[in-house]
């Protein structure tokens, strides 16, 4: 692991941006691209760019290739990372780091901290359980105490466990930078959560750990929904003995509806907004409006907005995009 310091021992502030190429960036990416440069560059700090493309079926290189390209375009720079890189820390696309990601299970599963899930998906949606935020059931912990002869008996029947992380019943706590105190009881709320899918597919959960952890990531900036995560991931942090960075979730972009803007909104992916817009500053501009940063929509650039950061201008709520200021 490498020691991010500088000066009388100060850890240099090292931010991310993981987005997942599974298709064009849309407004609420750009939106948190821009939030975690920002914070990054207004500290002083470096900036890593790691595709999280461990979905075979909905992530593509021409995606990732893609994404990279529109980054560039914004004005969105990085000093490490990216599809083809190698470097300290590389590979930086999730789908090279398999062994990576084995090796932190196999300290997990050594301890006995893990065991394997026969359930399939209808079966944990049949159970009753009660639901979390994101719809998926909250496990009740069935296959925890399965027997040795069980586990045997549903392997012989031909099905591939999932394998998920004993998690302890207790409220953990911890304050997001922008959010404020978050509480959440593990067992409760969520259960004990997959470390590696049934197929083989490394979870979000454990690779977005070992990665944060291992590239010596300080600062996590991301969007809202994924604040209950961070729970989970602490609790992994702490199993595997890497350093924790401090997280700030962003506020999410909604439509004029209320709806959380999405993939789906297809006019308000890069290239309908590159189209749009012409020029880049013409969109990082009301992006900088959405956050905060300035007082109307006008055109900037990314490096003339970093000594405007500060993260008591960025809004908690999520933001409603007034139509006519993306549809110019
Ligand atoms: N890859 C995730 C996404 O695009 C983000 C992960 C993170 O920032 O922790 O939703």
Redesign the pocket.
Known sequence: MTETTRGAGRRETVGRF???PSGRMHLG?VFCALGAWLAARSAGGRVILRQ?DLDPQRCRPEYARQLEEDLKWLGLDWDEGGFDAGGPHGPYRQSARGEVYQSCFDALRSRGLCYPCFCSRGELHAAGAPHRSDGVPVYDGRCRSLTVEQRRELLSRGRWPAWRLRVPDREVSFTDGLQGLYTENLERDCGDFILRRSDGVWA?QLA?VADDGLMGVTQ?V??RD?LD?TPRQQALYRLLGLPEPEFFHLPLLLASDGRRLSKRDGDLDMGALRERFGTPQLLVGRLAWLMGLLDCPEPAEPRELAPLFSWERIPREDVMVPREVFYP
């Open positions: 993981a987005p997942s990416n999280e979000y977005v996590v991301r969007g994924l995560s």
